[in-house]
């Protein structure tokens, strides 16, 4: 503790840094006057830094939040779904998490610092304007005072001068000796109101410096107080700011780890079993289709059906084609128009049994004949 305070000691200070030995400079102050600007300009930045990235964090969180409502799958089942889910309720977790870092950056990091820079700039304002004073003063009474000693060295040397010729008059006329030196006493007493003017102005000149160094001093002292509480709040509050984002990135990542876990219980065997379960419709395939001619299903399979619905008639009737038929199938025949058919059964209404001239047989369809006349 000791050695922190004797290094402190030795440590330079405004106060004893920014002085020059011209008596009307304004460097020190200037040099000062200009730090307090810059200070003041690196604090709006850092405000402007602050106040954008507290935007940057609630826009990311709302918009976050705002994927997280809209993000749908509901059409999804099983284990999978439980992942999405929670993939949905950890990124809204994370919403509300950045959010609430914007407002943490607004309202502990950026108001402070932005209330310290309103406060010290009302401070350095006031100071500024009364050193600035004190300094025209001392000024205008430097100014003063070169006058009062030109004034003050004019009159000693006509003093002198006239106590010279009045000195040498002896050899004039008693007349003449008589003016000199009246003269002489005049410049006297000129030269001695001419002295008290210029002690009152070396006074007042001295009581303005003096005036105008305790102003510097005070002003050197504040300025170094407000530097030394600017420089420890923004390094603290961006200390905050960097402990604060770096907790919402560990949060983060402990909302993405809730994730990770959930994805590893998702099994995808899981998911198609439980799919298969919940929507079985059975495990026997239709069967295969064969290919069925109409004439094997919808007509005589033979010249001598005994499964018709009708019974078989023999006829010997003759009967005219009316039109050409090509045969669908090895149990019919084809017709020719014009051609005589004798009619050998009826084996339905529609197809009959029938023999040609050369003693060919087989079904034919009895639409496409008329009986002969």
Not at 207 to 213: D, H, M
Not at 216 to 240: G, I, N
Not at 306 to 318: C, D, H, I, Q, V
Request: hydrophobic share 30%; charged share 35%; proline share 2%.
């Amino acid at each position: 503790c000791l050695f922190v305070c004797l290094f402190a000691e030795m440590e330079d200070k405004f106060v004893n840094s920014f002085w020059t030995t011209d008596f009307l400079s304004q460097e020190g102050f200037d040099v000062l006057h200009q730090r307090m600007k810059n200070a003041k300009a690196f604090m709006d930045d850092v405000s402007t830094f602050l106040k954008t990235r507290a935007q940057i964090e609630e826009t990311y969180g709302k918009s976050l939040a705002k994927l997280a409502r809209t993000a749908g799958g509901t059409t999804e089942i099983g284990t999978l779904r439980q992942v999405w889910d929670e993939v949905k309720q950890q990124t809204s977790a994370s919403a509300e998490q950045h959010v609430s870092l914007a407002a943490k950056i607004s309202q502990d990091v950026e108001a402070p610092i932005k209330q310290l820079r309103e406060t010290q700039r009302t401070i350095r304002k006031k100071l500024e304007d009364t050193l600035k004073k004190a300094h025209k003063l001392k000024t205008q009474r430097h100014s003063q005072n070169e006058r009062a000693k030109k004034t003050y060295d004019s009159k000693c040397r006509e003093a002198e001068k006239a106590e010279d010729e009045s000195t040498k008059s002896s050899s004039l006329p008693q007349k003449d000796i008589d003016k000199l030196k009246a003269k002489a006493r005049k410049a006297k007493v000129a030269s001695e109101s001419a002295d008290a003017a210029y002690q009152d102005a070396v006074q007042q000149l001295n009581n303005a410096r003096i005036l105008w160094e305790k102003e510097m001093e005070s002003c050197c002292t504040y300025f170094q107080e407000m530097e030394e509480e600017r420089v420890d709040l923004v390094r603290r509050k961006l200390w905050l700011l960097t402990n604060a984002v770096s907790d919402a990135c560990v949060q983060d990542d402990e909302y993405q780890e809730k994730m990770r876990e959930m994805m590893e219980k998702c099994s995808v065997s899981e998911d198609i079993q439980h799919f298969i379960k919940e929507n079985r419709k059975g495990s026997e395939r239709p069967k295969t289709i064969e290919y069925k001619s109409f004439y094997q299903t919808s007509r005589p399979t033979s010249r001598i059906d005994e499964r018709s619905t009708r019974p078989t008639m023999a006829s010997n009737e003759l009967v005219v084609v009316l039109y050409d038929y090509v045969k669908q199938g090895d149990l019919e025949m084809s017709l020719s128009k014009g051609e005589l058919i004798r009619v050998v059964k009826k084996e339905t209404d529609t197809w009959w049994m029938g023999e040609k001239a050369d003693k060919s047989t087989g079904m034919f369809p009895s639409t496409y004949v008329k009986k002969r006349n």
